[in-house]
């Protein structure tokens, strides 16, 4: 059992539909976090928790909406998305306490392709 | 404000050949953190190396070794005699700290190794 599990791994939807990405961890992380990968930018911060609380949105636009329901899961809801919004959307767990003052590493699930068409 | 620069988009050697991915980055902190992250065709990103800004000792670890020169604000990363295995796109990143949550990732370096 892999430590960071992201399902689906890939998705199309169109403009108008609503969807989710979700993420697990099996790895007694305390904080999570989003990150966007697109061809054209480099990895973006999205979002992150940390136990369980929203502790940064990078000013992402509404038609992302996040939600942790227990340290071990993260979701991404998504509804009337771009096409610009497709993208390797890519989830992290880290073992610290977001802000207590040591960078530990991250740990990334292999991701969802996602294209809006 | 963070920067991280890698100018190489995509380098391409045979089997056994030496590679050194470049990084080169921008921070007025004093105490910051680099990291080297592996990405193969798989997806997820593999974290290969932290270090930190009071430690500037270079690192080997087997094939891989990473040279940190404060003084050019450089933090490069060295395959000796690589392997199709390490074909990947290599990222460097950059977190400020204490206490600061997110990493800025330069744009990756795609290394493809060829038998």
């Known amino acids: 059992e892999t430590g960071v599990t992201q399902t689906p791994r890939h998705l199309v939807m169109g403009m108008t539909n609503k969807k989710s990405l979700k993420c697990e961890q099996h790895l007694g992380h305390n904080a999570m976090y989003w990150y966007k990968q697109s061809a054209k930018k480099p990895l973006e911060l999205m979002f992150v928790?940390?136990?369980?609380?929203?502790?940064e949105n990078n000013s992402v636009p509404s038609r992302f909406s996040p939600e942790c329901p227990n340290s071990s899961h993260l979701f991404l809801h998504l509804h009337t998305l771009q096409p610009e919004d497709s993208a390797l959307y890519l989830c992290?767990?880290?073992?610290?306490?977001?802000?207590?003052?040591?960078?530990?590493?991250?740990?990334f699930g292999s991701g969802t392709q996602l294209s809006v068409l | 404000a963070q920067k991280v620069t890698q100018a190489q988009t995509e380098i391409s050697v045979v089997e056994k050949e030496d590679v050194t991915l470049d990084c080169v980055y921008e921070?007025?902190?004093?105490?910051?953190?680099l990291f080297w992250y592996k990405q193969p065709p798989s997806g997820e990103l593999v974290f290969l190396i932290r270090r930190n800004s009071f430690d500037e000792q270079n690192e080997i670890s087997g094939r891989y070794s990473w040279n940190f020169q404060k003084s050019t604000s450089s933090f490069n990363f060295t395959i000796t005699a690589s392997q199709v295995v390490d074909s990947a796109v290599y990222f460097c990143a950059l977190s400020e700290g204490p206490g600061r949550r997110a990493l800025t990732f330069g744009s990756g370096t795609r290394l493809q190794v060829q038998p």
């Open positions: 992290a767990s880290s073992q610290t306490e977001v802000g207590a003052g040591i960078n530990e590493k991250l740990f």
């Open positions: 921070t007025r902190d004093t105490t910051y953190y």
């Open positions: 928790y940390s136990l369980e609380e929203r502790v």
